[in-house]
């Protein structure tokens, strides 16, 4: 099935912001049926960002939108592979931002289409 770029990005836009409202309230319950982030995962990426950041209590955004539509971000802060192709599943590398601005970190993900509706699974983050 081929689904028009800018109609993943908005939906993976979208659906990045829900994931990172509920890590930020720390709502494991939410990650885990909604992103299939289990506890002990979100515990291990907890502690990395912990770690990365040197404290606990910082907020994770996803990349400001430049313009209307999310498919107008800058060049790699939202990466989606596989949007040129025939498919219902897409690889997403999201660069992270806080109060202070970009990171150099990112969170990845996959999305998947199914029956008219996407869903996104937290995959890992990185440096």
């Not at 289990?38 to 955004?61: C, G, H, S, V, W």
Request: net charge negative; hydrophobic share 35%; glycine share 4%.
């Amino acid at each position: 099935m081929f689904i028009k770029k800018e109609k993943v990005y908005e939906a993976a836009y979208s659906l990045i912001e829900d994931f990172m409202d509920a890590f930020n309230e720390k709502s494991t319950a939410k990650l885990k049926t909604e992103f299939g982030m289990t506890p002990a995962i979100y515990n291990e990426a907890r502690e990395y960002l912990d770690d990365y950041f040197n404290t606990d209590q910082y907020l994770l955004k996803p990349p400001p939108k430049k313009g209307a539509s999310p498919h107008l971000l800058e060049d790699n802060l939202l990466d989606i592979y596989g949007t040129d192709e025939e498919t219902d599943c897409w690889r997403i590398n999201c660069r992270l931002f806080s109060e202070q601005g970009e990171e150099e970190i990112s969170a990845n993900f996959d999305l998947f289409y199914s029956k008219g509706e996407f869903k996104l699974k937290y995959l890992y983050t990185a440096s």
